[in-house]
């Protein structure tokens, strides 16, 4: 069988990480990176590894001319957190029998926010014969799955809280800004409101992913967006919060079911949390029979722990009968330590139409 | 739609917690249990439950007569621990078109123990439309799924370890015998030599599930058993251990791959782990990109967590293609709290042939 082909749609952290783990693995290639940033580069030199005997790929910002008709198996497309952003390039490929994965954490549970885009896209990955699927970290895994899968175990699920408390340093500017990293408690509040300080994008796919997924009608999400205001000074790399002001967001998510919260999910996200004896991790605690508690210390971290949950995707993705995909549809995906053409039960096209 | 209709093979503590959790289930009933103990007796007086408005269920020890061509939709097969005593029941089943879910530990991957049994109640599956499927916690969950999931969010591992240390003292008399409970270290050396007490069944099992699910080729897997000696009396509803005896089996497995271990499970069972400060759990740590540590305390439960998973598995099962499944092929059981037809993708046939 000759090796899985692979297109990158976005090459910022998470495209480039995506690319350093897929030349590391067996049985799959790097054909194509659409990217604009870094349009005309090699993506071998973007990446600073030697290309050997590799076949040159060059970024190009064009994405018409990037992917054509089944000229890759699988689009990772890793350019925006919101469905509505993604969805004209999502259908784009997929009107050329592409399978995608994407990064959007919307896209994790589309149809929580968006009915209708999830509906077309379904429909249209069927009538191309192929599927789509968004996941990650956070949507995707510990807010989510883990969740759902500790449930498998229950005879009865009465509550779910989750909590994921992960440390911002390792991110860049943008993420310090979207979080309210530095500012007043003024400017956080007057940032939630004006969407400045837009938080976690996630709570809404996972509280509906999971509501689905056990058989819970939603009455309806609410959630909160606080500042965790910081008594001593912190820096990381890229933001600075100094005593009194604020180092991230705590946010809340509430699930209502008859009336009553039974999805509970808190996700404080803050720089140098340490700095205040705050211990990072995953949590998630079932109310049922059994009662289940469950603790990752420190967190699964998010920039690697998406990559990898995409890249880990391929084969499920390639494998799945067509349509719009979640994590309740696919076997869990897992780390890809041997030749992935082993993971693959269908038969790949041995040329592609527009080779 | 109609009622998902389930059969259940085997009355004991498991197909009787199998029964009690489908009873308080919406969209899915019980249509017959096959059981020599207690043959002749309504399910619903051996349950101590009314039975209300639903039919009656009169236990029948006479497979052929409880079990015909699409009788049921799957049967819960909760009879034996091997492959090989449970094989000529499956092969029964899936001749009558129905689906199997089997609590055996070895039906959790029965291809690690016996590739031909494997093979062969695969094609007998996949000749009558129908699925089969091994789980429970523990194999099934603990030790190879959670595992496998967690690795989804790695992209390198480069070994696991995973321990579940958990208290035998809710479990009867023959699993006293089977861990050694109470005896001497003499006679337990003896009785493992002489395979009386067998420990626990799985790690051959969860061993090669994650092998495979990773894509590692396994050189071979050991296993050892070890006394837990006591150094204070213990006493459990049906096991007692005097001080200096043993109160239960320590039992290790390891999977080397390119002669290494890079594999390794430990599992003690004993009674009242308690008494000298022992605190029940399971963990899994996998070093890689990145690092996991993951722990549940306390341990995931085991009579619950298997029954659980079985009857979790319903949906899943009806909906798979046809053929022998693993926990590698279909998606997470997740815990029914609504009508579970919901959760079914296929048309049930109105009206069995049988009926």
């Known amino acids: 069988m000759r090796k899985v082909r692979v297109g990158i749609w976005g090459f910022g952290a998470m495209g480039i990480g995506m690319a350093n783990m897929i030349l590391k693995k067996e049985g799959i290639?790097?054909?194509?990176?659409?990217?604009?940033?870094?349009?005309?580069?090699?993506?071998?030199?973007?990446?600073?590894?030697?290309?050997g005997e590799r076949p040159e790929v060059i970024i190009n910002k064009n994405y018409e001319e990037v992917f054509r008709e089944k000229s890759v198996d699988v689009?990772?497309?890793?350019?925006?957190?919101?469905?509505?952003?993604?969805?004209?390039?999502?259908?784009?490929?997929?009107?050329?029998?592409?399978?995608?994965?994407?990064?959007?954490e919307q896209m994790a549970y589309p149809q929580a926010d968006d009915a209708d885009l999830a509906k077309k896209m379904d429909e249209v990955a069927k009538e191309n014969g192929v599927s789509i699927l968004g996941t990650g970290i956070n949507p995707g895994f510990v807010l989510d799955l883990l969740v759902l899968a500790?449930?498998?175990?229950?005879?009865?699920?009465?509550?779910?809280?989750a909590k994921r408390v992960n440390d911002l340093s390792p991110f860049g500017k943008s993420v310090m800004v979207e979080q309210g990293v530095g500012v007043?408690?003024?400017?956080?509040?007057?940032?939630?409101?004006?969407?400045?300080?837009?938080?976690?994008?996630?709570?809404?796919?996972?509280?509906?992913?999971?509501a689905d997924g056990l058989g819970w009608k939603l009455d309806k999400i609410e959630q909160?967006?606080?500042?965790?205001?910081?008594?001593?000074?912190?820096?990381?790399?890229?933001?600075?919060?100094?005593?009194?002001?604020?180092?991230?967001?705590?946010?809340?998510?509430?699930?209502?079911?008859?009336?009553?919260?039974?999805?509970?999910?808190?996700?404080?996200?803050?720089?140098?949390?340490?700095?205040?004896?705050?211990k990072t991790g995953d949590?998630?605690?079932?109310?049922?029979?059994?009662?289940?508690?469950?603790?990752?210390n420190p967190e699964i971290p998010g920039g690697v722990g998406t990559y990898a949950m995409i890249v880990n995707s391929i084969?499920?993705?390639?494998?799945?009968?067509?349509?719009?995909?979640t994590m309740l549809d696919i076997p869990v995906p897992r780390a890809i330590m041997g030749d992935i053409r082993n993971q693959i039960e269908v038969e790949l096209e041995e040329e592609s139409k527009a080779n």
């Open 315 to 325: 084969p499920l993705i390639i494998n799945a009968r067509p349509g719009l995909k």
């Open 150 to 161: 500790l449930s498998g175990t229950c005879e009865e699920v009465t509550s779910i809280k």
């Open 75 to 104: 689009v990772l497309l890793a350019t925006d957190s919101f469905t509505k952003k993604a969805f004209d390039k999502i259908i784009f490929l997929l009107n050329r029998k592409i399978n995608v994965i994407s990064t959007a």
């Open 224 to 278: 909160t967006k606080e500042p965790i205001m910081t008594t001593v000074d912190r820096k990381s790399k890229y933001g600075e919060a100094l005593a009194g002001n604020v180092a991230g967001c705590r946010q809340c998510g509430y699930g209502y079911v008859n009336g009553e919260v039974l999805i509970e999910m808190e996700h404080p996200q803050q720089i140098i949390p340490e700095a205040e004896g705050i």
């Open 283 to 296: 949590y998630v605690s079932i109310k049922g029979i059994p009662n289940i508690d469950l603790q990752i």
């Open 29 to 51: 290639e790097i054909v194509s990176v659409c990217s604009r940033s870094t349009s005309g580069k090699s993506m071998y030199d973007v990446l600073g590894i030697e290309r």
């Open 184 to 210: 007043t408690r003024e400017e956080f509040i007057k940032g939630v409101e004006d969407k400045t300080i837009a938080g976690h994008v996630g709570f809404v796919e996972s509280i509906n992913m999971i």
